[in-house]
T-cell receptor
């Protein structure tokens, strides 16, 4: 059973470009979460999605960032008009049962975004 | 509101020595607590979690953690360090807030193991 897959693993963008990060959850998982990790910091929650629905986006910046999890295909985190402060590692996690106390999130290897 | 404090951004031990990584939390409701390990250029892997059952939780790779409500702590320990334990360790707290369990992560502690 393949784990959570993320691609690309490394992404370099110039300021003003768009970045698209993809996440394929573990087989059978329909809950996806995105986190951002800045250097020397822990993970910060961004958004929680189920298939075709955004459940909680309280951690998402109000502008330039969006996320989707379509019925078919991977979840996408999209960052428009990137700035240098967007440089970070972005992690996706998936789970079987959603944001409940007993649920375990399984993390992907992350996408490291560098904005030049 | 909830928060996590990991004391010490770096902990250095000798191979075979006791590992102690400290985590203190703040939560206004009964929390669920987690320890994750992150190896270089990889995602986080769950080591163990506390979900209000036994206060002493055993995890993978010989790690365990004890929930102490009076001290609001959830320190991670391992009796004997291996070279392969060198990694970044994150403590996280998850509590019900607005209908969701949103985890809050600490800044992480880098464990260095010397031969």
């Amino acid at each position: 059973n393949a784990g959570v897959m993320q691609n690309p693993r490394h992404l370099v963008r110039r300021r003003g470009q768009e970045a698209r990060l993809r996440c394929s959850p573990m087989k059978g998982h329909s809950h996806v979460y995105w986190y951002r990790q800045l250097p020397e910091e822990g993970l910060k929650f961004m958004v929680y999605l189920q298939k075709e629905n955004i459940i909680d986006e309280s951690g998402m910046p109000k502008e330039r960032f969006s996320a989707e999890f379509p019925k078919e295909g991977p979840s996408i985190l999209r960052i428009q008009q990137v700035v240098r402060g967007d440089s970070a590692a972005y992690f996706c996690a998936s789970s079987l049962g959603g944001f409940i106390m007993e649920d375990t999130q399984y993390f992907g290897p992350g996408t490291r975004l560098t904005v030049l | 509101a909830q928060s996590v404090t990991q004391l010490g951004s770096h902990v250095s031990v000798s191979e075979g020595a006791l590992v102690l990584l400290r985590c203190n939390y703040s939560s206004s409701v009964p929390p669920y607590l987690f320890w994750y390990v992150q190896y270089p250029n990889q995602g986080l892997q769950l080591l163990l979690k506390y979900t209000s059952a036994a206060t002493l939780v055993k995890g993978i790779n010989g790690f365990e953690a004890e929930f102490k409500k009076s001290e609001t702590s959830f320190h991670l320990t391992k009796p004997s360090a291996h070279m392969s334990d060198a990694a970044e360790y994150f403590c996280a707290v998850s509590a019900l807030s607005g209908g969701s369990y949103i985890p809050t992560f600490g800044r992480g502690t880098s464990l260095i193991v010397h031969p």
